[in-house]
């Protein structure tokens, strides 16, 4: 189905009406970056690219299949499977890529995790990404392993009176290495934070240690609490994804959290 997020199968716009909204964003932007070629992956048709190459642009399409009963196929078209490993490795192999500077991509709900090899091997300069599910997006922007500036993010409302909605994104690449996420934290807010770590983790210790009936408990936080103030602990002196992840997971919910429930 093509609102599953496995669905390998080649997509196409059945809203026409956005659609011809949709195919002038994209070359309006293709015509602004100056792009000298276009790799156009999870093409189907080529329909987003179509506009590019009848002004004379040079484009490279990519999908896993091409509708027969559709137009003739367009001009390097490459049937293969792009979540197959081996197709970027593939593909360098035998396609000549000279001139292409530009990936243009618009996959399945699922994403494209190896959108950063292939902006590595093809080295180019501008990704134009289409894409109908923005959590896949953030995560295949995240996992690049590349440095990038966001040129622009469009929001089109493709399907109105629903909650679907297209994203045009367009990255410049730049080169060098991405910078870590780790930020330096001064050593004597470490020091602080460093006793109040060791606090949550006596009060963490305490909570949890068997006593007898008649042995008072001393009055603290419950053992939740103090692995919520460890991990903000955490989270402060060195952020990442994981810390993020231990608040999410041991914070209480929400009211509003509570409410969707």
């Known amino acids: 189905e093509w609102n599953n997020e496995d669905s390998d199968c080649v997509f196409s ?3 026409e ?9 994209v070359q309006s932007q293709l015509e602004t970056l100056a792009v000298g070629g276009v790799l156009h992956l999870f093409s189907g048709d080529g329909n987003l690219s179509v506009a590019f190459a009848a002004h004379g642009g040079h484009r490279i399409l990519i999908d896993s299949f091409m509708d027969a009963s559709g137009p003739d196929k367009p001009d390097h078209f490459h049937q293969m499977d792009l979540y197959d490993e081996q197709t970027l490795a593939n593909f360098t192999r035998k396609v000549d890529i000279s001139g292409v500077d530009t990936l243009l991509i618009d996959p399945p709900r699922k994403g494209f995790p190896a959108l950063g090899a292939w902006i590595k091997k093809i080295k180019v300069r501008y990704v134009v990404y289409v894409s109908c599910n923005p959590a896949s997006l953030a995560r295949d922007l995240r996992g690049l392993g590349v440095r990038f500036r966001l040129s622009s993010v469009q929001l089109l409302d493709l399907f ?20 870590p996420l780790r930020t330096k934290t001064p050593k004597a807010t470490r020091l602080v934070l460093s006793v109040g770590l060791l606090n949550t983790l006596v009060f ?7 006593r007898s009936d008649t042995q008072k408990a001393p009055s603290m936080p419950s ?4 692995l919520a103030r460890m991990a903000m602990l955490l989270a402060i002196s060195s952020p990442n994804l994981l810390t993020e992840k231990l608040i999410l997971t041991f914070l209480p919910p929400s009211p509003g959290q509570l409410a969707s429930q």
Request: proline content about 12%.
């Open 13 to 15: 716009q059945v809203f």
């Open 223 to 226: 053992s939740p609490r103090c």
């Open 160 to 179: 109105p009176a629903t909650s679907h909605f297209e994203t045009l994104v367009v990255l410049e690449v730049l080169k060098g290495n991405p910078k």
């Open 17 to 25: 009406e956005m659609n011809v909204k949709l195919q002038p964003r």
């Open 204 to 210: 963490l210790f305490l909570s949890t240690t068997p």
